[in-house]
């Protein structure tokens, strides 16, 4: 099983800082196509964003969105459905933020 499958397992789980490390890891000195690439800081984008830090996922995303193919209907429905995840994330109250930053620093240890 591969270090991207492992993170997608987490991923599933609502295990977010574990996934987000896992594709940290899986982008690691690794020849990934361009598209598995845009696909894994995707995901990243979308563990940044559960994990509290929307402002990171934005940035994550804005560096993904030029190497992304606007034939690739599949990963621009991704990206479009990160960035939104990203507004909402946006609209929480800050305790709830703080709460979600919290969840993945103990997921962590």
Do not use: H
């Not at 995707?42 to 030029?66: H, I, N, S, W």
């Not at 990963?75 to 939104?84: Q, Y």
């Amino acid at each position: 099983m591969t270090e991207i499958d492992k993170g997608k397992d987490e991923f599933e789980t609502g295990r977010w800082s574990k996934a987000y490390a896992l594709f940290q890891k899986s982008l690691e000195g690794r020849n990934a196509s361009e598209r598995q690439v845009a696909e894994v800081r995707l995901l990243m984008a979308r563990c940044l964003v559960q994990m509290g830090e929307p402002d990171q996922a934005e940035t994550e995303l804005r560096d993904v969105k030029p190497k992304l193919s606007p034939t690739d209907a599949e990963l621009v429905k991704e990206f479009e459905r990160a960035w939104t995840e990203v507004e909402d994330t946006r609209k929480l109250g800050k305790a709830e933020i703080e709460k979600r930053r919290a969840a993945a620093k103990a997921e962590q240890n």
